[in-house]
């Protein structure tokens, strides 16, 4: 017989806890009959004392097996998706979801909101008028099959345990450890029903693990908890150190994913990451024998269009437009002011703190402080430019789009303080620091 409290004490005093303990603790959670400040306690715990890799996955089942998990039986290809640390002008999930698609796979894909300086999925693809993110667990298993790829928001169905402790760590400054963001990322995917998973685990400044080094060690403990939990996964350590593409803001990152998939705008540090999560996923499937023949295939429905044509197939069956992908502009919401934001001296950009752009997304409008806060899809920043970058008076850093003049002048100011502009042109770090390959760990914390 366990007492919760005992369990927090044991994990409190740096003892390893059993599988048994954990699956306790977790159908506690499930039933209630553990309280907010018991989980606040036990997450409290974990964020000082860490959890062994075997913790950790016990930690993830017990999570994914406190809802439903999906099946996925006679399909004629591998079920994968993909999940990303969060980032600003990111919007891989949009691209890479109809490119593996269309390559032969089906992508069950259940993504977030945006929350603090990043931008989410759902709210992405709701500034698609019509777009439909929670059609219910039957309806978006019938839209997979249909369709090879749909894109929903979390249910109650799925990893219910997490839904409680993630909105207590949110409260109680505990989001950030290590083994609690593994456990609530992988028991999600692993409820899924998943064959592979590919990871992008961003560092710098935009990024919730700023430090390189914390990325990799989190890339790592994720690849070997999934990998031992029985799912093929592996993970790239990316550069958030600025924005992924040129827009930042709702709307304005669908049309961008638009004009990729049509080819009309290809940012080559975008291209890059869709192109190798892409292609790592195809591996994973059993798609691709190697990285090069992977890469030959995403290449290949880009420029065919097949990937394109995809999007543009879960967009209508999800209750979006089906001409999106022709006329976005006329679909997608606009601001009703858009102005170029000056430096004040000439000079090439030589750092941007990442953050800083995402949070004059939030103050915008177009990002949420508070879970419960609304969005403005249509506003946020364009043609933003990279590190080595010329600019001047007459040369803009980007465009603001924002819904009056008072928040325009004030985000102004806000997004000029995020850039660095010297002298002498600075060369842009790789957007691919390294690649981590699921293997077992004997890791102790």
């Avoid at 685990?201 to 999934?226: H, Q, R």
Wanted: aromatic share 4%; net charge negative.
């Amino acid at each position: 017989m366990h007492l919760v409290p005992d369990l927090i004490l044991k994990k409190r005093d740096g003892f390893p806890l059993s599988k048994e303990e954990i699956g306790f603790f977790v159908e506690g959670v499930s039933s209630n009959e553990v309280s907010d400040a018991q989980i606040a306690a036990f997450a409290m715990a974990t964020w000082f004392r860490g959890m062994s890799i075997d913790e950790q996955m016990s930690l993830t089942l017990a999570m994914r097996d406190s809802g439903t998990v999906l099946e996925w039986d006679g399909l004629d290809g591998p079920v994968l998706d993909k999940h990303s640390t969060g980032g600003v002008g990111d919007m891989v999930s949009l691209l890479l979801g109809p490119i593996v698609a269309s390559c032969g796979a089906y992508v069950p894909m259940i993504s977030g909101r945006g929350l603090g300086h990043t931008g989410g999925t759902l709210d992405k693809l709701e500034s698609i008028p019509g777009f439909n993110t929670f059609p219910g667990i039957e309806r978006f298993q019938q839209l997979v099959r249909d369709h090879r790829i749909a894109i929903i928001g979390q249910t109650d169905d799925l990893a219910s345990a997490d839904r409680r402790i993630y909105a207590v760590r949110d409260v109680t400054a505990t989001v950030a450890s290590a083994p609690l963001i593994i456990s609530s990322i992988l028991s999600k995917k692993l409820a899924e029903g998943l064959d592979g998973l590919v990871m992008d685990i961003k560092f710098g400044s935009g990024a919730f693990t700023p430090e390189t080094e914390d990325a990799v060690k989190l890339a790592k403990d994720l690849s070997a908890v999934a990998h031992q939990a029985g799912l093929p996964c592996n993970a790239l350590v990316t550069d958030m150190d600025q924005p992924l593409a040129r827009s930042a803001g709702n709307a304005l990152e669908v049309m961008e994913s638009v004009r990729f998939l049509r080819g009309d705008a290809l940012h080559h540090r975008l291209r890059t990451v869709v192109i190798a999560l892409s292609a790592e996923l195809l591996q994973l499937g059993g798609l691709a024998a190697d990285s090069v023949s992977a890469k030959k295939m995403v290449v290949s429905c880009l420029e065919s269009g097949r990937a394109a044509e995809q999007f543009s197939r879960m967009v209508a069956a999800q209750g979006g437009p089906p001409n999106l992908l022709q006329k976005a502009e006329m679909y997608l919401p606009q601001a009703s002011i858009i102005r170029p934001v000056f430096p004040d001296h000439g000079g090439y950009i030589s750092k941007i703190e990442t953050r800083t752009v995402g949070s004059v997304v939030v103050y915008l409008g177009g990002g949420r402080r508070r879970a419960e806060d609304s969005i403005n899809p249509a506003v946020g920043i364009s043609e933003i430019s990279g590190i080595g970058c010329a600019v001047d008076t007459d040369t803009p850093l980007a465009l603001i789009h924002a819904a009056d003049e008072n928040s325009l002048e004030h985000a102004a100011m806000r997004l000029k303080s995020a850039f660095a502009i010297g002298p002498e042109r600075v060369a842009e770090a790789p957007v691919i620091h390294s690649r981590v390959e699921g293997e077992l760990s004997n890791a102790s914390s």
